[in-house]
């Protein structure tokens, strides 16, 4: 719920602003097994490196 208000609120603030705006999902093959097996901080680890590289 939190992410579709989020998005409905960006589109709403593009619309009015004439602003384009882009949004990208990425599906991180096995993500939640390594958040439940490492630990959040190995996730967050992870994520960072995506980020990163991205």
Do not use: E, P
């Not at 990208?24 to 990163?52: C, E, P, R, W, Y």
């Amino acid at each position: 719920r939190l992410l579709l208000d989020r998005l409905q609120r960006s589109l709403a603030a593009c619309q009015r602003s004439k602003n384009l705006g882009a949004l990208l999902f990425i599906d991180l093959d096995n993500f939640k097994d390594l958040n439940d097996t490492l630990g959040h901080d190995m996730g967050d680890q992870l994520l960072s490196q995506v980020a990163t590289r991205l």
